[in-house]
């Protein structure tokens, strides 16, 4: 696909399943200033190749940067990476929640809401901070999706006999998970 000279190129990492993607992204553009180039790696590509360029070199940065992230990708699954947060241990490299040692179903968005909080104790995430983080997208002033998954995450937190425990409301603000 050709773009036109003065159009700008927005790199965006997203996956479903996952918050970071390791897909590699090479920028390969008739731009060759270094302003141009810093732009390019600042905004998250992983290389960059101007044109014009040989296939042979093309290739070469092809599977240098495939082998760069599958190695990162295998460093960081060899350990599971845990958060423990009061009765709820969340396994980041499993995507698994248990309370008590009973697992917890979580729709993606609720599992990726508990792990943002759990994993910063004590921040405040403003409803604002909260949707572009997890949705990525601009917000808007919606509440009604953000409030509609922390009500159901935290039913799904809390039996009949406890009060919600895990996640605070900050009114006004937005919402925290106390730190431990």
């Not at 943002?116 to 104790?121: D, E, G, Y």
């Amino acid at each position: 696909m050709c773009c036109p000279k003065n159009h700008s190129i927005i790199i965006i990492r997203k996956c479903k399943h996952f918050t970071l993607s390791s897909l590699p992204v090479i920028i390969a553009t008739a731009k060759d200033s270094d302003t141009d180039k810093m732009l390019g790696l600042n905004l998250g590509a992983d290389d960059y190749i101007t044109k014009p360029f040989s296939l042979v070199e093309l290739l070469a940065r092809i599977k240098a940067n495939i082998r760069r992230a599958t190695v990162y990708s295998h460093s960081d699954s060899s350990r599971d990476k845990i958060i423990q947060y009061k009765d709820l241990v969340i396994n980041v490299s499993k995507y698994t929640i248990s309370k008590n040692g009973t697992d917890l179903n979580l729709t993606h968005t609720e599992f990726e809401i508990i792990r943002l909080l759990a994993t910063n104790q004590g921040r405040a995430f403003s409803k604002e901070q909260l949707y572009n983080i997890i949705w990525k997208e601009a917000y808007y002033g919606n509440e009604n999706v953000l409030n509609t998954h922390i009500n159901r995450l935290r039913n799904k937190l809390s039996d009949e006999r406890e009060k919600n425990t895990y996640i605070k409301t900050l009114w006004g603000i937005g919402y925290k998970m106390e730190e431990e």
